[in-house]
């Protein structure tokens, strides 16, 4: 190998190793947030959950597509904001980077420019006309619909929970049908929600399962709003005879869904409470039912048995009294025999004394008339 070769081979530039740590660095740095004022428009979702030290993570998202920012609003401003209201904000764009390598855009909103009248879409018109419909059509009792069975005893009420298939992860959920089992029977139904042809098909074969309730159940996060204020899914629930219930996302979330359905119960975790309660409860009355039922029985019983007890203690003391009289009586009569028969013994001695009497005299008679002669 030639001297020129040789210093070439060992000249050459070696390749730059990075670590995670290294590229977190890199990126975070050039992510760095820009003091560049932006006016962003979109449909304001009052969706936080608690003041964070004087600020709240709300969200904007787009009228017509499901893009959403995280929304980080000020407690005064927030003030001024009502739910879907159609707002112009001015605020910087926030850019950060987890430890899993996602890259977060946040909107610190710092002033509102203004709102808009929200126009009113096809879609929108139609998810009043269903309201509207439903409320015609009337809303099931749910409460009314298991306490019923529950407190009949001959069954256990049969209630359909519809789930995402990877959603159900609350333990206070799970506690609580665990709980509720023993009086209640569950059918578990594992589904992908955002397949909507393949949900409603699935809700009308279980409207004819003799279900006496379908539960819609999904945790809180992202897509609640794509499925569950579809309006066909809305009309499929309308027209089912079996009660629905919903138990979707966050208390804060009310899709069209909810709003339709029979009862709306709030999260999984309060789906799970109120199964539980009301087993706990209608257990407890139909025992104190029991128990009053019982003593009830007891306190017939009681009033009888002291009645026959008064009469059985009348009886005794009438047959008591009647022997009494009965002893007296003949005690009586048999005084009067020995009465009746003292007194035929002393006329049979007066009649025996007369006889001898008369028989002295005749014999008199009789000797006076022989030395007569």
Known sequence: MSNTEHSNTNTAPQQVVYSPSDIHFIVKESLQTTHNLLVIEGLYCKCGQKDYRG??????????SPHRLTAIVPTALRSQLNDGELIQVSGVIEKSLND???????LRVSKLVGKKEKPVDESELKAIELQQAKAAKGYQNVDSVLETVLYQGDRKPRVALVFAETSITDQDFKAGIQA?????????????????????????????????????????GSGISEVFDNTDLAETIIKMKTPVLSAIGHQVDNPLVCKVADKNIGTPSLLGQYFKDMVERITEEKNHSKAALVDQVKKQFADQINTLQKQLTEQSKGFLDQRAKDATEMERLRNQVKYVAQSEKAKRKKLVAAVVVLSVILVGMAVWLIIKQ
């Open 100 to 106: 899993n390598g996602q890259i977060t855009l946040q």
């Open 55 to 64: 600020f709240w993570y709300d969200a904007v998202r787009s009228q017509f």
């Open 180 to 220: 509720a089992q023993q009086a209640i029977e569950f059918n578990f139904n594992g589904f992908t929600f955002t397949r909507i042809p393949e949900f409603i098909h699935k809700l009308e074969l279980l409207d004819t399962s003799s279900f006496d309730l379908i539960c819609l159940v999904r945790g809180g």
